[in-house]
């Protein structure tokens, strides 16, 4: 069966112990930790370090270990969601280099899965991004396979902003971009992390993609998303996409998340479901984004049996 | 966030204290007191006296509130929802001079909110009843605005039996009424007791409802109501309501709460959600009441979030 | 199979010979002639006199149904609808008296059917108009059965306006109504001039209705509406019925007439279905309701095939 | 209330005891208890023996209410889904006999409900089978009139795979059948185990169903399916049913649970309502069987409230 | 661009003559042939014979096509709709002879298509049924191959009566069947002759059908389905088809012509498309068989041009 | 009433002449008359002239009414669609120099509407088009006032191409950005030739903007869409809009033209309503364009009178 989890991106103000304490107490079954490098965060959601990489050695692995044993929780995945194909050289150059820090460390923990995203210099469409895609790509696969670690991508656009005009900062995100993906690089350790709310709002069929890609989805994103029919009127679907939909807890949106969790059980899908917080009528304060979290297992559970 | 109640109209037969009690033990957060004068109810629902505002002193505020603290409960709001505009004179002065006592006790008891009716003289036109609408309400709203309390009334028609045919005993029931009654007197301590219930079967689109009056909503009922094609056939819209509704539970109606506190949270909604229980297949002993308390709090708790 | 008719309301400013050529120049089979006695109209579309009955013989029968049949039209049915249990004892006489006229007159025509309105007190109740129903109607009925002539109630609410507040005009606008009225007079001379668009926005499945009384259904207006939902959010259904819905022209509206001409037919009707305009949007001048008529025409005869 | 149970059918390899244990520490409130003879099963969820009935005496009875009352559980009904009308003479011969031992075993556990099949010749017509229905029914449903029992059957049409093709094992899997059932064999004893997956696939508003056979309705399994667009477009509902739909627990699939025990409340019904569950996503070990049931539960309860 | 015709089968009563005449008049560009060895009709709409091919030679194909030069209709296609898979083995036989005569036949009259079915044993399953189909089909598909005639498959499952039971008479009825078939007999000769009617009420998505067997679709039939909610509720899909399905003319069913239409343009379709009337309302008379011919075209002429 | 007409483009190969016979021959009352300069068209629909006015006289002019009169056809407006913001500052003063041309002999003809695109930068966003959208227009406005002609601007987002990703070469394609347009330039001459197709799979209402632009809509194309699911899945809205959606003829796509052209009706407009064909299935002769308009003539004639 799946296990609930959530995203530790919701609160980058809590310690790792604290995280699991937190995981533990409303009975969620894993986490999904964060892994920037340690500085300042570029937007939103980023920039969290919740295990630091920077020079993590077997030893540390071993006392994260223990500690997410002591309560009963387990590492979902490994988070870092940079752009590995960004137009500045210097910043994808970290990227991947961090990049790789990351699918070692996963090793070094036992984790088999590392989340992050593809990328994509947004002033060019999908072919201009295409040969770029394929040199930076291939031998990060390479690496993951090398130390027996699932890569998934998260299928979100990140296309929210003026700055991310008009492409967006990552390319997987649709059917027609995945199966080239997997085609150009058809490794057993190269999928998704696959959220549905993304899908919401492209008009984007989640439950058929998640019976397509069933075998390619390492790990799953609980969030949702609202479309909103006022600025849907105004402004089309060729305005940016935050003109016309609200990210929201899982419920609080658009998705049928009892026809997906019934697809996906059926599809065999028996990994993690982790709740990714971006819901800013819950951000206020570390109190509401907690609230947040034991709102969403409530909801979940519906869906998801606990384990105990 | 926002916080979970009920109404105490559906325990009459408890005594205060019993109802702090049930609140705790049920997990509900907050009760909206029921303060009619003592005597006979002249209809179901109505003559509920759970905090007697006859002789109401500084002193009883404090006892009362010791109550409630000892529990961890707060009180949502005082109710009392009689006709200050019925076309009986006798019967409307009743109902003002009690509308008065309760907003002043709202002040000693330190609770900002007194939910209520309009009232209407239910054989004229909306037409017909504004002159008296704006003779009385508008020194009740001021009152209101001396004792620092808001007034949220509840938009429910009152056209449910034959002697309120045809326009029913609740002038409040539509966005353009709405409109015109803020209007009219543009105090900020005038506003609603948000019920979607009432929304559902007049076809009023209760989300964007929600969306418009955003910052007119002091409190919300959690009332459902299920249409029904059978009635809706045989009577059409024009039969009375009874014809073609039920009032049922949350979640056994056609309410999407989902979407519906989806938008209020994103409004900046943070008030209280009380249970209104007027659901007849739960009525029959206290006990069937105290499970529709139970089983309305398991639903919309995927929605809102428990505190502790 | 059905035949296509209009209902000669609508051009007031011609004479009978004009509307028949009319009819016959835009390829309609048959008119329902309005008969309303000479005089001032009350309200729009009322008091059109095509044929003028005060003092009919059988000498000007025979010359109205000559002019029908040099243009190979015919005359689906009489049509006159005032308020034959108005509260005004007057105008309720004078109701009665020319529909005894009108029924004679479509004997000595040897037109089937009578079209018309049961007629309310819009005060008061159904319940409170059932008594004057049954002592108006009774008599009338007899005299239709003894004419041989068949009544077809138009299932029109007649509340359009603040002074056809709250009732309406019209008792016999739902299938319960209908069920009762036929309960309370079962002659076979008693029925329906069946109207959709009143129905749609009453919620009221008009092809199930369809089915129900086809046996009943003497008559039927090809009237389509459109309801609006600006109009039903600001208002709702307990607001006056213009202010969410409009009348248009067959097609413009929201009824299925794919659905309700297939389930007619298979129910066995064979009669008139007459286009009745009231679409302001085409009234402003003769040449427009004519127009108003061909385009109406043009829709209808994908469902209802042209005889010649 | 309605009480939450499940149907032990699930937990073959667990004792009764074992059952009565997990449905107190899920918090079910009832066990719909299998009572197969003993012997080899012929398919899936057949063959569960929960109770001995070989040689049940009233000691034994005692015996299990004792075990039943222990854990503050009670039994819903006794389950034996056989096909009495099977053309093997000799197996529809073992379902009478053994369905005689249930019925009067339930009497004997002061249990008010025994649920089975009608059964069925399946190389035969609706109308083929009726005469050995009569038969074969109507001493049954006179047995259970003695014995104060009341007898609900399924509504499954047990047609799954193409030995059961092309009329399944079961006559009762539609209304128009069980109207002609209930007229044939006009006892207060005879009714229906509710079923409302079976309906989904069926095309069957099991809403309205629920309204027409409330007074029938002895018991009612909750299980839910999910109708596949991919199996319906390939196949169409010409093929057998497991090529366009999947069984699947509630929650899961199409059925609309508050729209269904919304309904059933105000029929009026307060029997059991018993978590069937065969979605193969949860069937592999006993482990996920079991969380099949927490899962069901966590998602009922929105519905159903607890009763402690 | 598609040619409009119509289905010879609906006016038996005509001569070959009158059908053209009849074709022409009604503004048809085509009419398809039925064919029938002469004799008596098995069942309604079979045993037309509008050109009997008992000693059909090449100068009575000059006669006919000259007849058809006469009034510029042409012929769509020929018609012949038997059970070559009957289990009674005359029956079959004749079937598969006369289908012989007709494939040279219409090589004579150069008419590029002929329309029939695949026939099935009824009582078996489709799987009984493919040894037979394979024996019979591929020597005739060959000689359609020889005479340069495509084949087009009509996918009428022939399930409407108690004899038909329950496999109906022709296998071709669903996507997942015409797969097979074309894979087992991969000629170009062999297609379909669409009708989209008998998908509807098998709720086989007839639009997805229309674009994968888009080159597979010699012929097409215009005939519509109406779902009758009244008789699925009371029978559901495993009722007989006509318990809950009535077939109408174009426009007065489910199909969604515009939708339809739309997509074999887009797909590259420009063959006929021939209204098929098996609408009982419409045929009591040869007149009103008429009058549904000429109701048809003027509904199809919103979506197919005429040509002159 | 509205005026039924078509745009002159998709018939480049015939003269003016030509195209007025054609006019009258299929019963269009009115044409919308393409006057690019002589020339290569520099992409599909465009580079059309039938009016030629690189120096077109008062002469010119009545020689072309003259024509359009001997046929009782009028002309509905000009029509160019250029790109007067290109970022290739040749083409953008080409399209400028041009336009002020068809203004200017718009006035000579008489002929009230001039119908263009505002053009776009389309490598920038909204806001960085927005300084030279106000530099270039407010002095065509402004010409256009003097000469008593009204600008229509098509709602095209002219992003169909690789060429044309990201932002499409014509800004006015969304509600928020006519109401900022028609801020920036508040003139009664500045308004919008309205095409739903455009909308249609932009998501926006075009029923809803219809009622809010009622007064800027000068001039209506009737072109419909068809969005395709399988497009959508893949690609998802951030695909170009042609892998998820196909121009088709009216009432082959998406549009509900009965419910548009009713609310047209109710706001008023009364101008013109012409056909725009690029529907590819019809394009491929001049003799199945014909057959577009034919049809296109046929389908809008249900709820467009004609005035013969």
Not at 85 to 114: D, W, Y
Request: aromatic share 10%; with cysteine.
């Amino acid at each position: 069966m799946m296990k609930l989890g959530f995203v530790s991106a919701i609160v980058p103000d809590l310690s790792l112990e604290e995280v699991v304490n937190l995981a533990a107490d409303l009975g969620y079954e894993c986490v999904e930790v964060c892994c920037w490098p340690k500085g300042k965060a570029e937007r939103r959601y980023a920039g969290v370090t919740h295990i630091d990489l920077a020079r993590f050695t077997a030893a540390d692995a071993a006392r994260v270990n223990d500690l997410f044993a002591s309560r009963g929780v387990s590492i979902s995945g490994l988070g870092y969601y940079p752009n590995p194909l960004s137009p500045n050289a210097q910043e994808a150059k970290v990227a991947v280099t961090h990049l790789r820090r990351v699918i070692r460390a996963a090793r070094l923990l036992g984790v088999g899965v590392v989340n992050t995203f593809i990328g994509r210099d947004w002033t060019k469409t999908i072919e201009g991004n295409w040969p770029r895609f394929r040199r930076v790509w291939k031998p990060l696969i390479r690496l993951a396979e090398d130390q027996g670690v699932k890569i998934g991508i998260e299928n979100c656009p990140m296309l929210f902003t003026n700055d991310e005009w008009p492409g967006g900062k990552n390319l997987a995100h649709s059917p027609a971009i995945w199966r080239r993906m997997f085609e150009e690089i058809p490794s057993k350790n190269f999928g998704l992390n696959f959220d549905p709310s993304h899908l919401v709002w492209q008009r984007i069929d989640y439950v058929r993609a998640a019976r397509e890609f069933a075998d390619r989805i390492f790990h799953v994103h609980a969030k949702d998303a609202r479309v909103d029919s006022e600025g849907l009127y105004a402004h089309g679907i060729l305005g940016l996409p935050p003109a016309y939909h609200t990210p929201k807890l899982p419920g609080l949106g658009d998705v049928d998340w009892g026809r997906l969790i019934s697809v996906l059980t059926d599809a065999g899908y028996r990994g993690p479901v982790c709740v990714e917080v971006e819901d800013r009528a819950y951000e206020r304060t570390l109190a509401t984004r907690k609230l947040a979290l034991a709102q969403s297992a409530a909801y979940l559970r519906q869906f998801i049996p606990a384990r105990k």
